[in-house]
């Protein structure tokens, strides 16, 4: 729940641009000085965002959420072209502080479409992007060289994940949030979905092999270079061997960059929008039969269903709620989907998304 003491304390410290400072007497006198009002905040920053979506009522937002709530409102602008039903994508907007889920940025619960954003993971985010480094070091994922630079793997650099390597060796705890925002959320969040889609939990380097046989012409390269093997010859092979010809190839042939699930921006909130349109295909039987436990179990141990949602994202693998919000944020920023992808989404009832910009 919200955490009051702290907000009052936050809010005391933070100046208003173009105000005088907010100063804590006045607002501890009364509960509803508490929050900022939503209208100053919207008058002053979104004049472009149309009345509908700066009708959503919001809650619990503090002066340093105004990025976020702008961010949230270019995603709902954005996903809205989605929303054939034209009921609000939320009913309402709620910041609080949620510590025990440092690492969700925002929930959407199935039944209610109240967008839930974590205050915790913007006031921690830098310890965030600490511990997923730290993993990712001990795994071996990211090295350090002699000058202290960071190094990504070798057989992971595309383009995508370089942008990530670059970022990480420029990052600054005295970023903008929404630089770390977008630091943590975008290129470290498309490296980890690289690295999902061979150490998931069916650990399964063929999939990115694969991806990696089918691009361009990268065959013939591996053939020139005597490095080609058949789809046969791979699936025969154990999985460390099936590892490092992964690590042999990907130094010539990087993963396409469109081999995972491609991090935009917004789209961290474009998944929580998905959810909220998601909900509006489904029955409450449905609904609540897709987020029950024998199905999460079902869909964890489904090999076919696990090999075709790591294609997507390490989180999609989780729960069949989880990869239709992944698939249709993907959609919804123009990222194109293999078939299987495609079907399964259909069948769980993903929201209707034409991919007209691509
Ligand atoms: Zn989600």
Redo the contacts with the bound molecule.
């Keep these: 729940m919200v955490n009051i003491v702290q907000r009052l304390s936050n809010i005391a410290k933070t100046k208003v641009k173009g105000t005088s400072t907010v100063s804590s007497p006045n607002i501890v006198s009364t509960v509803n000085h508490i929050n900022i009002k939503p209208q100053v905040i919207k008058d002053t920053f979104s004049k472009t965002i149309p009345q509908e979506i700066l009708g959503i009522p919001l809650k619990g937002h503090r002066v340093q959420d105004i990025p976020i709530i702008r961010m949230i409102e270019q995603s709902i602008l954005h996903m809205n072209k989605y929303n054939p039903k034209m009921s609000p994508i939320y009913k309402e907007i709620v910041f609080e502080s949620v510590p025990k889920k440092p690492k969700g940025v925002a ?1 959407v619960p199935m039944s209610t479409r109240t967008l839930h954003v974590n205050s915790y993971y913007f006031d921690h985010i830098d310890e965030a992007i600490t511990n997923n480094l730290n993993i990712f070091i001990k795994k071996g994922l990211i090295t350090k060289d002699k000058n202290g630079t960071y190094k990504i793997a070798p057989y992971l650099r595309n383009a995508k994940s370089e942008i990530f390597e670059t970022r990480l060796n420029e990052y600054d705890k005295s970023w903008s949030l929404l630089d770390k925002f977008m630091f943590h959320r975008v290129s470290m969040n498309y490296y980890a979905n690289l690295v999902g889609s061979i150490a998931g939990e069916s650990k399964s380097p063929v999939l990115l092999i694969e991806k990696i046989m089918k691009a361009g012409d990268n065959q013939s390269t591996l053939k020139k270079l005597g490095l080609f093997k058949s789809r046969d010859e791979v699936i025969k092979m154990s999985v460390d061997e099936q590892m490092s010809y992964l690590k042999q190839i990907g130094v010539h042939c990087p993963p396409p960059v469109n081999s995972v699930c491609v991090t935009y921006p917004d789209y961290a909130f474009n ?2 929008a998905i ?1 909220s349109l998601h909900s509006l295909n489904l029955s409450p039987k449905l609904l609540q039969e897709l987020s029950s436990e024998a199905k999460i179990t079902e869909w964890c141990n489904n090999k076919v269903i696990q090999d075709t949602a790591l294609k997507v994202s390490g989180y999609a693998a989780q729960q069949p ?2 990869f239709v ?1 992944e698939v249709g944020a993907g959609l919804a920023n123009g990222q194109v989907f293999d078939k299987e992808v495609m079907e399964l989404y259909r069948f769980l009832k993903g929201p209707n998304i034409q991919n007209v910009s691509k």
Excluded: F, G
């Design positions: 929930y998944h929580e959810h709620l989880e919000a």
